[in-house]
Nanobody, 116 residues
Framework: QVQLVESRGGLVQPGGSLRLSCAAS????????MGWYRQAPGKQRELVAT???????NHADSVKGRFTISRDNANNTVYLQMNSLKPEDTAVYYC??????????WGQGTQVTVSS
């Protein structure tokens, strides 16, 4: 079992920045990929960024150059640094972990609202 606890999101003005964190606990040794997804009202959940246990990163085209995923292995935490935020980034953001033996886990989700 893996538990994922996300930091609180918030309300940010367009052009602003916000950093989300996701702390993993439990059977973390089995995690080989972590990522962030988001779901806007009326839309399907979409991939934002992923990072492997080795540190290889992937970002969706819609956030490239603005968002950066990173990880702190010592603290079992993954971050999503979001810069130059746009209203269309408004969504519930979910942390995700893929494990070798136990399948997939999700965080509880955190609301990010970009509005003036």
């Amino acid at each position: 079992q893996v538990q994922l606890v996300e930091s609180r999101g918030g309300l940010v003005q367009p052009g602003g920045s916000l950093r989300l964190s996701c702390a993993a606990s439990g059977s973390i040794f089995s995690i080989f990929l972590m990522g962030w997804y988001r779901q806007a009202p009326g839309k399907q959940r979409e991939l934002v960024a992923t990072i492997t246990s080795g540190g290889a990163r992937n970002h969706a085209d819609s956030v490239k150059g603005r968002f950066t995923i990173s990880r702190d292995n010592a603290n079992n935490t993954v971050y999503l640094q979001m810069n130059s935020l746009k209203p269309e980034d408004t969504a519930v953001y979910y942390c995700n972990a893929l494990t070798l033996y136990d399948g997939e886990y999700w965080g509880q989700g955190t609301q990010v609202t970009v509005s003036s």
